[in-house]
């Protein structure tokens, strides 16, 4: 990837991120560690000019589709649509309150550049599968792109959806799989075992890319190859670290689901300033 | 007796169609008119009448397997692509096995989409409770943005077919399995939040939907021959429910009695109940299923054996009107 381009990346994930802490102690709830794994996602997928969304004309049938799929995941997802231009971010400090914009899991017909309401899990792969079907029939050349977490990959709708894609050879769908490693009750491997998920994919019928999702070389080249593969679905499994770029936050599972205090906050837009970037 | 303007819209030939045959077939046709129009189903695409569109428009329609879940929240996805999906499947897995996806992915976000459930209620027979939707209703009815509609007859299932194309938003339709009489003709006219009065009398009010309208139709017959003139309500819109009409028939009878093939609990007879003890309180009689599992055995031995047919209701009707 040339490396402006990267710097702008990871200028943008710095910005996603400061957002979603501060939006977060502003709320006083919500998920922080799950949202700060897919920032680097985030900021290529909305910055890199890979995909066709534009915040000036948001129902444009041509775009492409992003559909947060661990929706808790929202205020990643939130700040970049700010950044990106859909609304005010003004509104990042209305997460969760009544009468928000910003509802404490996405809805589509609140809030700007949300594509599909979610946060009952397993759903939005389904939702994903529904939206490539349709794009086909009217011969968009799309792209749709649904974001998962590995401990969604426990609902077994998450496996209909995966099946589905297959058979009905779905080449303009992505799933990428947020593999933090963590969920609510602990590390994935201890509250259920979804190892080996790449192989559980490929056996599904999709392409399977594994990367490192905080490399925006890897998430370059295996979202450029995703959308170039038309005959099957293609899954990248991103492996991040929960809570990635707060050092009090990575890799410890109480950060799911919890705001930063005030003095948390501090620290943690202070450690998001100081992350060091790889060139 | 049977109400002047009513005779024309009512037929005089001596057929019998299923509710699922006669969408299958009225599907059929609305996918010649809009290419937007695709269907879904689960495997029982023989079953809910849907594979006669599947045959005719191959490449807009989508099985998927015995995935429920799947179906409802990829009809969801089509919705968001300006399609007009219709889901089909039997009652108790569009409803029950799927519970969640019609709730968030459908009925919450408002999207477009047409659920057209077969089978429901114990009329569906031999195959025995764990294929009777009792309960179909009630959880849809629970659902924010979701209309509920239980069609009669065949005519009236063409209609709300068409008013439910028209219409933006999620629907469940209630089909079922076996054959009934053709209460209607094409001059029947449907809409969404309005009832039928079929008949005039001042004694009883009766409220039916689905099929149990035409067992409903005969025991007010009955009891027309016997001196006893009732009110006869046709209320396939099942949410909206016609409050209006309820109250006014209300009013004149004092005495409602409600026949659904559903439990009594969160159906037709709950949405009556809720109007009247809310408006204007007067006592209601629910017939259907006394909040019980179903059973097998052939669909006249358990419409009698759960008691609404046409002696249950005209023994209650009886019974409880004042001497």
């Known amino acids: ?279 | 007796m049977i109400k002047q303007d009513i005779k024309k819209i009512l037929s005089s030939e001596d057929e019998k169609i299923s509710t699922r045959e006669a969408y299958g077939r009225k599907l059929a046709e609305l996918g010649e008119i809009d290419k937007n129009i695709v269907v879904l189903d689960c495997d029982l695409s023989k079953s809910t009448r849907t594979a006669i569109f599947a045959k005719k428009f191959p490449e807009r329609f989508f099985n998927f397997g015995l995935a429920e879940a799947n179906m409802m929240s990829a009809a969801a996805g089509l919705a968001t692509m300006g399609k007009i999906p219709f889901a089909s499947t039997f009652g108790v897995f569009a409803t029950k096995r799927a519970c969640d996806q019609v709730s968030i992915s459908i009925a919450y976000p408002r999207l477009n989409v047409k659920i057209c459930a077969t089978h429901t209620g114990i009329s569906v027979g031999e195959d025995g409770a764990t294929h009777q939707a009792i309960e179909d209703a009630a959880i849809m009815r629970s659902f924010p943005n979701m209309i509920v509609i239980s069609p009669a007859d065949g005519t009236e299932t063409r209609k709300v077919i068409d008013e439910i194309y028209k219409y933006n938003g999620p629907c469940y339709i209630r089909l079922c399995r076996g054959n009934s009489p053709v209460l209607f003709n094409d001059n029947y006219e449907f809409k969404i939040g309005r009832g039928v009065k079929i008949m005039d009398g001042d004694k009883a009010t009766l409220i039916s939907a689905g099929f149990t309208t035409s067992i409903t139709l005969e025991a007010a017959k009955t009891l027309e021959e016997e001196g006893i003139e009732v009110d006869m309500i046709n209320m396939a819109s099942i949410k909206p429910v016609d409050s209006e009409m309820i109250i006014e028939s209300a009013k004149k009878t004092g005495l409602v009695i409600t026949v659904e093939d559903h439990n009594v609990i969160g159906g037709l007879g709950s949405a009556v109940c809720e109007v009247l003890s809310e408006k204007y309180p007067v006592r209601v009689i629910r017939l259907g299923v006394q909040d019980k599992f179903g059973s097998s055995g052939s669909p006249a031995e358990l419409i009698k054996a759960y008691g609404f047919d046409k002696d249950s209701i005209v023994k209650t009707v009886r019974e409880n009107i004042p001497a």
């Open chain 1, 1 to 279: 990837m040339d490396s402006e381009l990267k710097k702008k990346l990871q200028e943008k994930a710095k910005i996603i991120r400061q957002d979603i802490i501060e939006m977060l102690c502003e709320a006083g709830s919500g998920h922080p560690g799950g949202s700060l794994s897919i920032a680097d996602v985030f900021s290529y997928l909305y910055f890199s000019g890979i995909l066709n969304i534009n915040p000036d004309n948001p129902s444009d049938k041509y775009r492409d589709r992003v559909v947060l799929s661990k929706g808790h995941a929202c205020p990643v997802l939130y700040a970049t649509l700010a950044e990106k231009g859909f609304f005010d971010k003004s509104h990042l400090k209305t997460l969760r309150k009544y009468g928000s914009i910003l509802q404490g899991h996405p809805d589509m017909n609140k809030t700007p550049g949300v594509e599909m309401t979610t946060g009952s899990l397993g759903q939005g792969l389904s939702c994903s599968v529904g939206m490539a079907l349709g794009a086909r029939l009217d011969d968009l050349n799309i792209n749709i792109i649904a974001i998962l977490g590995d401990g969604e990959c426990a609902e077994g709708q998450v496996w209909e959806a995966a099946m589905s894609a297959s058979h009905y050879k779905l080449g303009n769908l992505v799933a990428i799989v947020d593999k933090n490693g963590l969920q609510i009750d602990g590390f994935t491997k201890d509250v259920m075992n979804s190892e080996p998920l790449a192989d559980k994919w490929r056996s599904f019928g999709w392409e399977v890319f594994e990367i490192d999702g905080h490399d925006f070389d890897e998430i370059d080249y295996s979202i450029k190859s995703a959308l170039s593969i038309k005959d099957k679905p293609v899954c990248i499994i991103a492996n991040t670290i929960k809570g990635r770029g707060v050092s009090f936050m990575e890799n410890v599972c109480d950060w799911h689901g919890k705001a930063p205090s005030e003095e948390e906050k501090e620290k943690a837009l202070c450690d998001i300033c100081n992350l060091k970037l790889e060139d």
